[in-house]
């Protein structure tokens, strides 16, 4: 499946942002859709993640401010990110997991401002 990532962009700390993650076919299937960042020097990270049933998982850092959700109709995953902190500065990458494969879209630069 391709995945197109949107939503990134220049935020002061404290703000949110949106981030979308379109799929180019329905999305109803695939067990597992993610969000991931990558920080200049760091690894690739999983910062949320969804099953197809709906239950959710974040890493440490974001619980409490990310919120991930998929709308099966749109074939979209979303990353909703709020209380924006510099730390979060990344590349956001969105993710299909299904049948042994992974798919990773393009990538969308979050830049938090303090």
């Known amino acids: 499946v391709q995945l197109q990532a949107s939503g990134g962009g220049l935020v002061q700390a404290g703000g949110s942002l949106r981030l979308s993650c379109a799929a180019s076919r329905s999305i109803r299937s695939i067990p597992f859709m993610s969000w991931y960042r990558q920080s200049p020097g760091k690894e690739r990270e999983l910062v949320a993640i969804?099953?197809?049933?709906?239950?959710?998982n974040y890493v440490d850092s974001v619980k409490g401010r990310f919120s991930i959700s998929r709308d099966n109709a749109k074939n979209t995953v979303y990353l909703q990110m709020n209380t924006l902190k510099p730390e979060d500065t990344a590349v956001y990458f969105c993710n299909a997991r299904y049948n042994g494969d992974s798919d990773w879209g393009q990538g969308t630069e979050v830049t938090v401002s303090s």
């Open positions: 969804i099953s197809n049933l709906g239950s959710k």
